[in-house]
């Protein structure tokens, strides 16, 4: 739904064959381009496009005619059709073979910056060695590319951006000129810097007053390349302007695929050879979409935003071997001891054991028909918290001769209570047999070249889980470590299950099964557990929930706070009423609270909005009479809030609204307008104000500190009280 970046989701597609003279690629990362974030905030122009103009990835099919790729080939394209997808077309011409000296990560941020760079400052502005360039916001992708092939050219660089830090960087790179990007003062700061000659091109990305003041800096015969979309001029005004200048503008679409896959396909030559280097990158797992969209917008990148996505589902599972060795976690306990057992129907020899209590005469049960089967079985007993034992342990695996594989980490406590109950010893017990000792394990085997690293993580880290906070954080670090491992390149699986027949849950009593049962929730048999951790590992998955679960009976059970769109989406036709739009849940929240507390209820409302938006910490204090750009809200953020506000009132609202109500006091004052427009105030026959003036008053009143109250008060009784002959107020 284009306008608010909070309403990207991602939707179910079928696959399309490539036609003549396309690639299919099943992606691995996509670059992010300002592109995708203006079509998101429904601001670019023409009709909207798929999402994504360059992946790095494999190809998966090619089209008639196409021979210079194979399938099962590391590609990298660019104007790719849908580069967000499991499967992106693109043009043949602008798919070449990836660089093995580049990640994929790397790979997918090059192609859009580096072309159009390269086009705009070569083919458009024919900038030659020893002539000067000023590049706009030159430490974003398009301008750190463009700024690194000028210098290598031998051109002389002048840089704007908007940040001291992005400023800084530049700087670092040998840029000598580096002027602000939200001052018009670059302009004469240029000229003064070239002793008022001027650059003879302009890479400009930027609208508004800076195309005139970007013009002014060029010398005579200078050219003027545009690759913004959004403001630029027309010929004619340029021509009005300087008409000594040449003028183009960057337009990709309209380019000639061939010539731009000959460019393409030096420039990852030049990669190879070492010659150029990708520019710096921030990666956010596809699933984390929203947030990469938001963090362009807000401008707070340098280079490139890479998006990158899950791992493709092997076609067999990683196979156990039986000349290595697998460390299970947990062991004794009825979860790992069925994992063990699992790994020797697997075709595992050699097993480590860890557990509490591995010396016990119920450990020494747990591992004979493991040993009866001819399964060499190591029994260790430790703190899995500590660092240092789990070293220890890791590197007397190593000496045994058999190469460590793979990790099963099955180990954990429980140790419920409401927080009021809870003290750092009883949370440190539980996060470090969990969390602590999964973070340990990462770092003692990153180097070994694991096949297998899974952890056992619960659902309490997605669903309420009330009385057990530290497990769910506990939980919720396995989760992330294994999205930190994935993005390394290292094997992960974090596995989310719901109660099995066995392990922790045989301790719950039947009043909580009956309780499980009417919330929709069931349990997982041993079999069923193992089966689900199979076909996880098959798939290629990072992390997962397993969990037997009636959704309508769930939906049913939830409280209306806790009935999020995840659980609507899953309970389907259970759920009777669609979600309520945003205005009619602001008006059942402003409506719901007493008449002097409206307007605080609707700037409460505001605020998350606004925090969301410029990407704040929702605890952050807002001054309401401050104006939020000097929070940093710049003119693409006043956008998606103005789109925000606009779901609340419950209608479109004009693009000068952050103009004409700058601080969160002014936007509340428009938003209870819109809400609560009623009828001029009245007054009572005793001389009472109307309920509306009544509140506005109490509403004043409740933003002064006591000080300030006193002091009012005593103002008015001082103005009423009666007076005597002399005046004095008595």
Excluded: C
């Amino acid at each position: 739904t284009p306008g608010v970046l909070d309403r990207l989701r991602f939707v179910p597609l079928a696959r399309q064959a490539p036609g003549p003279g396309q690639v299919e690629i099943r992606v691995e990362a996509s670059g992010l381009n300002f592109r995708d974030v203006l079509m998101a905030l429904d601001m670019y122009p023409g009709a909207p496009e798929p999402l994504g103009r360059e992946v790095a990835g494999t190809v998966s099919a090619v089209g008639p005619g196409v021979t210079h790729v194979a399938v099962g080939q590391p590609v990298v394209a660019a104007l790719t059709v849908g580069g967000f997808r499991t499967y992106a077309l693109a043009p043949a011409a602008l798919v070449a073979p990836r660089p093995p000296r580049l990640s994929p990560v790397e790979a997918a941020g090059l192609p859009i910056a580096f072309l159009t760079a390269e086009y705009a400052l070569f083919h458009l502005g024919r900038l030659r060695g020893g002539q000067r360039a000023l590049i706009h916001a030159a430490a974003g992708g398009v301008g750190l590319a463009a700024v690194q092939l000028a210098q290598k050219a031998g051109a002389e660089v002048f840089a704007t951006a908007g940040s001291p830090a992005k400023r800084a960087y530049l700087a670092s790179l040998g840029v000598r000129h580096v002027f602000d990007s939200r001052s018009l003062a670059f302009a004469e700061a240029v000229r003064g810097a070239t002793g008022g000659e001027g650059v003879d091109v302009v890479l400009n990305s930027l609208a508004g007053d800076f195309i005139p003041k970007s013009l002014d800096t060029l010398r005579q015969g200078g050219r003027f390349v545009e690759i913004g979309r959004a403001g630029i001029w027309t010929a004619a005004q340029v021509l009005a302007a300087r008409g000594d200048v040449a003028y183009a503008v960057m337009d990709a679409a309209a380019g000639d695929l061939r010539l731009f896959g000959t460019l393409f396909r030096r420039l990852l030559e030049r990669f190879e050879a070492g010659e150029l280097t990708p520019p710096p990158h921030t990666p956010f797992p596809l699933d984390q979409a929203v947030s990469a969209f938001r963090y362009m917008a807000q401008a707070r990148h340098m280079g490139k935003i890479v998006l990158v996505h899950p791992a493709p589902p092997a076609s067999e599972p990683p196979r156990v071997h039986g000349d290595g060795s697998y460390l299970v976690t947990g062991a004794f306990g009825a979860l790992g001891r069925r994992v063990a057992a699992w790994l020797v129907e697997q075709g595992a020899r050699h097993l480590v054991l860890v557990g509490r209590h591995a010396d016990s005469a119920e450990a020494a049960e747990a591992a004979r028909p493991l040993e009866e089967a001819g399964v060499r079985v190591t029994r260790v007993a430790g703190d899995l918290g500590d660092a240092g034992f789990v070293s220890r342990l890791v590197a007397g695996v190593a000496r045994e001769g058999a190469r460590l594989r793979g990790v099963f980490h099955a180990a954990g406590i429980v140790d419920d209570g409401v927080l009021e109950q809870q003290d750092a010893a009883r949370v440190r017990a539980v996060l470090a047999a969990k969390a602590a000792a999964a973070w340990a394990l990462h770092e003692a085997t990153a180097a070994l070249g694991l096949d297998l690293f899974v952890m056992f993580s619960s659902i309490t880290s997605q669903l309420p889980a009330p009385g057990q906070g530290s497990y769910a954080a506990a939980n919720a670090v396995l989760d992330a470590l294994a999205h930190h491992r994935r993005a390394r390149g290292l094997p992960a699986l974090t596995v989310n299950w719901g109660p099995w027949t066995e392990g922790m849950t045989t301790r719950v009593d039947a009043r909580d099964r009956q309780r499980w049962a009417q919330q929709g929730l069931g349990t997982i048999a041993p079999a069923q557990g193992l089966a689900a951790l199979e076909d996880l590992l098959r798939r290629g998955a990072t992390q997962a929930t397993v969990l037997p679960v009636d959704w309508r009976k769930r939906w049913a059970a939830l409280p209306a706070e806790a009935r999020a769109p995840l659980f609507a989406e899953l309970a389907g036709d259970a759920v009777a009423e669609p979600a309520p739009a945003a205005r009619a849940v602001l008006l059942r929240e402003a409506g719901e609270a007493p008449p002097n507390r409206r307007r605080g209820v609707v700037g409460g409302h505001l605020r998350t909005r606004a925090l969301r938006v410029l990407g704040l910490p929702s605890a952050e204090p807002i001054d309401p009479r401050r104006p939020l750009s000097e929070l940093g809200l710049d003119s693409l953020m006043a956008v998606e809030l103005r789109n925000a506000i606009g779901e609340s009132v419950g209608r479109a609202l004009p693009a000068t609204l952050l103009f004409k109500h700058p601080t969160l006091e002014a936007l509340t004052d428009f938003v209870m307008g819109e809400l609560f427009a009623a009828a001029p105030a009245e007054v009572d026959q005793t001389g009472a104000p109307a309920a509306s003036e009544t509140d506005a008053a109490l509403d004043a009143v409740a933003q002064l500190s006591a000080d300030e109250v006193r002091r009012l008060l005593a103002d008015e009784l001082q103005s009423v009280a009666p007076h005597g002959d002399g005046g004095e107020a008595r």
